[in-house]
T-cell receptor
Framework: DGGITQSPKYLFRKEGQNVTLSCEQN?????MYWYRQDPGQGLRLIYY???????QKGDIAEGYSVSREKKESFPLTVTSAQKNPTAFYLC????????????????FGEGSWLTVV | DAKTTQPPSMDCAEGRAANLPCNHS???????VYWYRQIHSQGPQYIIH???NNETNEMASLIITEDRKSSTLILPHATLRDTAVYYC????????????????FGQGTILTVHP
């Protein structure tokens, strides 16, 4: 089945450590996104990528880094510079292309919980 | 980016219609309105989307005003399992008319369906 796979589902990080969250899609989508969600809050955009080897900062990119070396993969690294990393992280993708219709539906992964210990 | 405004919370009795409003007064002519919902600690689930005509699928109906500045998501017969956070978003288009670009979510509406 096609979809987005995020791993791990639960991750614990020690103070000062970098951790990487994986996001893989087999939908052949061009665009991929990372969001952060804090308890009781909406989704905030961290980074997004419209094409391989290109990505842009979202609204809360500080303390995070990404790469897009392959179309199907968009890993997110939470660096030690991120002071409050404990949150729920969601990866999403869209097909891209012209205009609207069902080709613009946004697909989400099941999310990853990151906790600082 | 076109922004959306939704009420923070709403209640609905089980079996009744749930009508969730969304304002998107700065929407552009070629931007779509999308609705998603999220149950706690899961990825958001697609519900419906539309450009200017009203839309209906097996989950819900979407009513868009003629000036496209607001819309309403209708769950015709709400069940307890419809309790979730509902997000209304406007699809931002990138350069050249493609559908790339930022996807910005607001705070959403917490819908609580009670017996």
């Amino acid at each position: 089945d096609g979809g987005i796979t995020q791993s791990p589902k639960y991750l614990f990080r020690k103070e000062g450590q970098n951790v990487t969250l994986s996001c893989e899609q087999n939908l052949n989508h061009d665009a991929m996104y990372w969001y952060r969600q804090d308890p009781g809050q909406g989704l905030r955009l961290i980074y997004y990528s419209q094409i391989v080897n290109d990505f842009q900062k979202g609204d809360i990119a500080e303390g995070y880094s990404v790469s897009r070396e392959k179309k199907e993969s968009f890993p997110l690294t939470v660096t030690s510079a991120q002071k409050n990393p404990t949150a729920f992280y969601l990866c999403a993708s869209t097909p891209g292309g012209q205009g609207g219709s069902s080709g613009n539906t946004i697909y989400f992964g099941e999310g990853s919980w990151l906790t600082v210990v | 980016d076109a922004k959306t405004t939704q009420p923070p919370s709403m209640d609905c009795a089980e079996g009744r219609a749930a009508n969730l409003p969304c304002n998107h007064s700065t929407i552009s002519g070629n931007e779509y309105v999308y609705w998603y919902r999220q149950i706690h600690s899961q990825g958001p689930q697609y519900i419906i989307h539309g450009l200017k005509n009203n839309e209906t699928n097996e989950m819900a109906s979407l009513i868009i005003t003629e000036d496209r500045k607001s819309s309403t998501l209708i769950l015709p017969h709400a069940t307890l399992r419809d309790t979730a956070v509902y997000y209304c978003i406007v699809r931002v288009l990138g350069a050249g008319g493609t559908s790339y670009g930022k996807l910005t979510f607001g705070q959403g509406t917490i819908l609580t369906v009670h017996p």
